[in-house]
C-alpha cells in the first residue's frame, strides 16, 4: 500500500484539470502541462470533493512495476498542479574571473573559460534571465527547469581548489587543499 499514492490531490479553484483516456492535462495561471499516466494506475476525478485521487488496478496488486508506478504517478500529478499554480523556479551562480552568463534572443551564452563560448538552446516554457552572476530559471514544469539547470552546471561544473564553475546557488563547494611545497 503507497502512503504517498493513496492521498487526496487537492485542486485549486484557479486549475482546470481534465482526464482524457490515459491522459493528465492540467491548466492554470503559468500554463499548461500534460502528462499520461502508466498502464495498471487509475486517476480518478471527485468533483464534491474538489480532487483527484489516484489507485491502481486491484487485479494487478501484486505487481510490483505497479505499486512502484503508484506514488510516482501521484507524485507528478501534484507537482504538476503546484507547477500551474505558483511555478518552480532555481538559481544558478557562474563562479570565476571573467566568467560570465547572457540570454541573447533564445539562447544562453555562456562565457567560462574555454577558448568559444557556449551556447544553450533555452526551451520553449522556460523564464531564464541573469542578474551579475546569477542565473534564474523558472518555468511551470518541474522536471524541464531541473534538467536545464542540471545541463547548465555540466557545462563547467566546479572543481575543489579555486571554486570556479557553474554551480547552484545554495550548493556548498568544499576546497581541497593544494599542493604543498618546501619543508
Same mark, same amino acid.
Given at each position: 500500500?503507497?502512503? #504517498?499514492?493513496?492521498?487526496?490531490? +487537492? &485542486?485549486?479553484?484557479?486549475? $482546470?484539470?481534465?482526464?482524457? /483516456?490515459? %491522459? &493528465? ?8 502541462? %500534460?502528462?499520461?499516466?502508466? +498502464? ?5 476525478? +471527485? ?14 496488486? /501484486? ?8 506514488? %510516482?504517478?501521484? *507524485?507528478?500529478?501534484? !507537482? ?19 566568467? @560570465? *552568463?547572457? &540570454?541573447?534572443? @533564445? ?8 577558448? !568559444?563560448? #557556449?551556447?544553450?538552446?533555452?526551451? @520553449? ?7 551579475? @552572476?546569477?542565473?534564474?530559471? *523558472?518555468?511551470? +514544469? ?11 552546471? *555540466?557545462?563547467? $561544473?566546479? /572543481?575543489?581548489? !579555486? ?21
Amino acid at each position: 500500500m503507497s502512503r #504517498i499514492g493513496k492521498k487526496k490531490i +487537492d &485542486v485549486p479553484g484557479n486549475v $482546470k484539470f481534465s482526464l482524457k /483516456e490515459r %491522459t &493528465v492535462s492540467i491548466q492554470g495561471p503559468m500554463g499548461t502541462l %500534460t502528462m499520461s499516466y502508466p +498502464d495498471g494506475v487509475v486517476v480518478r476525478w +471527485d468533483e464534491a470533493e474538489k480532487g483527484v485521487f489516484v489507485a491502481i488496478d486491484e487485479s494487478r496488486a /501484486e505487481e510490483r512495476q505497479v505499486r512502484a508506478d503508484w506514488g %510516482t504517478a501521484r *507524485a507528478l500529478i501534484q !507537482n504538476m498542479i503546484v507547477g500551474v499554480t505558483k511555478g518552480y523556479e532555481k538559481t544558478m551562480e557562474v563562479v570565476g574571473v571573467g566568467w @560570465t *552568463a547572457a &540570454v541573447q534572443g @533564445t539562447k544562453l551564452k555562456l562565457v567560462v573559460g574555454y577558448a !568559444n563560448p #557556449i551556447m544553450m538552446d533555452i526551451p @520553449t516554457g522556460l523564464k531564464v534571465s541573469v542578474e551579475k @552572476t546569477f542565473v534564474k530559471i *523558472a518555468g511551470p +514544469d518541474k522536471r524541464m527547469v531541473g534538467q536545464f539547470a542540471a545541463d547548465m552546471r *555540466a557545462k563547467r $561544473k566546479p /572543481e575543489p581548489y !579555486n571554486g570556479k564553475g557553474v554551480k547552484y546557488a545554495e550548493e556548498v563547494i568544499k576546497k581541497k587543499a593544494g599542493k604543498q611545497f618546501g619543508s
